[in-house]
């Protein structure tokens, strides 16, 4: 019975050929998050509402911007590859699908990164001035949205997000969409 019971290990919250990167990518975000606090909050209060401070959260925001298009890149690939059109183009596809297998290795630890780049980018919009207008207002709802990415990927490691990481993810996708180009 003990020897049955031993054989029932749950698989770890992250496997070991991720925790690398992830943890990597954890503590490369968090000292970025920090180093970038600490010189924000050491500027003086009147460069916060100046024109090249809005360049400062723009540029957070660029940043944020390309590191999502790749994180957003596994599901769209991962589409692609998966369609029927692929009847002269098949080493095409089986570019696609090398790409693919590089985009899902460091879809995590992009996405860390990523979001470590928008709280700096929220947090240095609320330093420059919270207007309600609907390029704020949309930041604000993708914000709200991507809360429960993380953790419902969390639980997509061990197969019990029920498909939550992927709606909620593409739900900020659409949002992140919105308040970046529009």
Not at 83 to 101: D, P, S, Y
Request: with cysteine.
């Amino acid at each position: 019975m003990a020897a049955k019971q031993n054989q029932e290990v749950k698989q770890p919250w992250i496997p070991k050929k991720e925790r690398i990167w992830v943890f990597g990518a954890m503590a490369v975000s968090a000292i970025y998050v920090m180093w970038q606090l600490w010189s924000l909050f050491h500027l003086p209060s009147s460069t916060w509402h100046n024109r090249r401070f809005e360049h400062t959260f723009k540029d957070y925001g660029s940043n944020a911007r390309i590191a999502l298009f790749v994180v957003l890149a596994n599901y769209v690939l991962a589409f692609l590859i998966k369609q029927r059109i692929w009847g002269r183009l098949a080493h095409l596809k089986k570019g696609l699908v090398v790409l693919l297998r590089y985009v899902k290795k460091y879809h995590t630890s992009i996405a860390i990164l990523a979001i470590a780049l928008i709280v700096l980018h929220t947090v240095a919009v609320f330093m420059y001035g919270f207007k309600w207008d609907f390029n704020n207002i949309s930041g604000l709802l993708a914000l709200v949205v991507l809360l429960p990415v993380p953790i419902s990927g969390m639980f997509r490691y061990r197969r019990l997000d029920k498909k939550w990481h992927m709606r909620c993810g593409l739900a900020f996708a659409v949002l992140f969409l919105i308040h970046a180009f529009l």
